[in-house]
């Protein structure tokens, strides 16, 4: 909430918590240990003022103190106590009342993709506030590789993960070819798929930017972008997907729509503890 919110000032605090968690919020914010009187300087307050809070904090568990250099650190509670929220962190649930937003700022309709056992699928979508839009249904699964949000998948996933499902997707369109598979649910035929040395080129484009576009592809007319969301290991979780009619869809990598789409899925990667931009297709960290 805002410092100045009505309903945040009516509520009834205890301002010595409040103060003190000043001290807790600038050991957080610098990630490091950090010598008292650092401390007192970024809490706005007296080293003799921060001691007792940090005394208490201790007996807590919440920081710790190096004996060797009298530095303070986070201790075992606050650990705990991120792990449990990072444990409860529901990524849907976060980014969910985010996208009605996004869809507000751009014009276009705004869904969430999880990673299912046919590949990207949709779980949540906000439509488009304007009259001319694309409509996404909840459970359509996205191809891996002619979608935005199947490219935006196969990115960050393992290599050699990618590498199966994409076969996997080349030998289904062989039995749907031959009549021994229907489509998926809510997917239309697909184009002639790319070998992996081309496939690789394109997510090598998406890393690139951090995002991942689509401009008539599967519909002609239909353009899309789709920005990751990561969790605090590194991992992709989510995607959060824009799709419009190409006449008045932006896909420029910088362009207003992968402006709005990263920041959102930049917003929901942090309240689930990234700290990096997600694992590359050889599953280590990007910097």
């Known amino acids: 909430m805002a410092a100045n919110d009505p309903d945040r000032a009516a509520q009834r605090g205890i301002q010595s918590i409040e103060v003190g968690g000043q001290l807790l919020r600038a050991l957080v914010h610098h990630g490091r240990p950090m010598a008292l009187k650092d401390l007192a300087r970024e809490a706005d307050m007296t080293a003799a003022k921060a ?25 075992p509670l606050a650990l705990q106590l991120g792990l449990i929220s990072l444990q409860q962190a ?13 869809a507000q700022r ?35 699964v996205f191809s891996l590789t002619n979608t935005a949000s199947g490219r935006v998948f196969a990115a960050y996933l393992e290599a050699g993960t ?10 289904r369109q062989k039995q749907r070819k031959a009549g021994e598979e229907p489509p998926a649910a809510g997917m239309p035929p697909q184009p002639p798929l790319p070998s992996w040395g081309e496939f690789e080129r394109q997510l090598q484009e998406v890393r690139a930017h951090g995002i991942s576009r689509s401009e008539g592809e599967v519909i002609e007319g239909v353009s899309a972008m789709a920005a990751p969301v990561f969790d605090h290991t590194g991992a992709i979780v ?20 992968a402006r709005a789409l990263k920041a959102c899925a930049g917003t929901v990667s942090a309240r689930l503890g990234a700290t990096s931009s997600g694992r590359n297709a050889s599953g280590n960290l990007d910097p």
């Open 162 to 171: 990618v590498r199966q499902l994409l076969d996997a997707e080349r030998q």
């Open 90 to 102: 529901d990524p849907v649930h976060i980014a969910t009342p985010l996208i009605a937003e996004v």
């Open 238 to 257: 989510l995607s959060v997907t824009a799709i419009g009619p190409a006449a008045i869809f932006d896909t420029a990598w910088d362009g207003e729509i």
């Open 106 to 140: 751009i014009g276009h309709t705004v869904a969430l993709a999880v990673w299912g056992a046919r590949g990207a699928t949709i779980v949540r979508t906000a439509e488009s506030p304007s009259p001319v839009h694309v409509n996404m249904r909840h459970g359509t």
């Open 51 to 75: 001691h007792p809070y940090m005394v208490s904090f201790g007996r807590l568990g919440l920081i710790e103190q190096d004996r060797a250099s009298g530095h303070y650190l986070l201790g």
